[in-house]
């Protein structure tokens, strides 16, 4: 039976090498589907999961807040607890004691003899901030990219969320809210204003009680 010839010139690769060629081609594909954008995707599911599989949590913070009309930054500490699957408080011990809660949509300040409880969506300036807290604890991903375009990234163990605000009114006081942690702990929490204020708080996990 006659055979094709190939062309002159052009040299067919044995037919042994054929099936490692096609290995070759398989995996550059896969390459290219589990591009870096895939991997950091799936990355950033497994850290919410690992991150909202936590029963509970309760960590020391210690908060500055870099204000241009001040020469030192405002510093501030105190303890902050979360409880699955919405309730969030932050309470400040010094320089004075403060309580902000907020639970089932409402936001309850307290200060001294001061007691203020009001919906957190009367605050929409202030309820998307709050939420990409709570929803990075809760491992709510959905919350997340609702309300923020989410940004990840990891170097070695530790981990870096950049929340931008989807809102433009929102967008026009804070340009974006940063998380870092490493494993399922988040340690630091940074507020990027847009005026270029911002204030960042950092957070030592405690142990369960």
Same mark, same amino acid.
């Given at each position: 039976m006659?055979q094709?010839n190939?062309?002159?010139?052009v040299?067919r690769?044995?037919?042994r090498?054929?099936?490692?060629a096609t290995?070759v081609?398989w995996?550059?594909?896969a390459?290219?589907?589990?591009s ?9 599911g497994?850290?919410?999961?690992a991150v909202?599989?936590?029963p509970?949590?309760r960590?020391?913070?210690?908060e ?10 405002l510093?501030?500490? #105190? ?12 309470r400040?011990?010094?320089?004075r004691?403060e309580?902000?809660?907020?639970e089932?949509?409402?936001l +309850?300040?307290?200060r001294?003899?001061?007691?203020m409880?009001v919906?957190?969506a ?5 309820a998307?901030?709050?939420? #990409?807290i709570?929803a +990075?604890l809760? #491992? ?7 309300l923020f ?18 809102d433009?009114?929102l967008?026009?006081l804070v340009s974006?809210?940063?998380? #870092?942690?490493?494993?399922s702990d988040v340690l630091?929490?940074?507020t990027?204003r ?5 204030s960042?708080?950092d ?6 009680q």
């Amino acid at each position: 039976m006659p055979q094709n010839n190939p062309s002159p010139g052009v040299r067919r690769p044995p037919y042994r090498l054929r099936p490692l060629a096609t290995r070759v081609a398989w995996l550059a594909l896969a390459g290219v589907l589990m591009s870096p954008g895939a991997r950091a995707d799936d990355e950033l599911g497994d850290l919410l999961r690992a991150v909202g599989a936590r029963p509970h949590a309760r960590a020391t913070f210690v908060e500055h807040q870099h204000l241009k009309l001040l020469r030192r930054p405002l510093e501030s500490s #105190g303890e902050l607890l979360f409880t699955p699957p919405d309730r969030l408080e932050k309470r400040t011990l010094a320089p004075r004691p403060e309580s902000l809660r907020v639970e089932a949509g409402q936001l +309850t300040l307290e200060r001294g003899k001061r007691h203020m409880s009001v919906a957190l969506a009367s605050y929409p300036q202030l309820a998307p901030l709050v939420e #990409g807290i709570r929803a +990075t604890l809760a #491992g709510d991903r959905a919350t997340l990219e609702r309300l923020f375009v989410v940004a990840f990234s990891t170097h070695a163990e530790a981990w870096s969320l950049s929340l931008r605000p989807r809102d433009a009114q929102l967008a026009r006081l804070v340009s974006e809210l940063r998380i #870092g942690g490493q494993g399922s702990d988040v340690l630091r929490v940074e507020t990027l204003r847009a005026d270029g204020d911002r204030s960042v708080m950092d957070i030592t996990p405690q142990d369960p009680q």
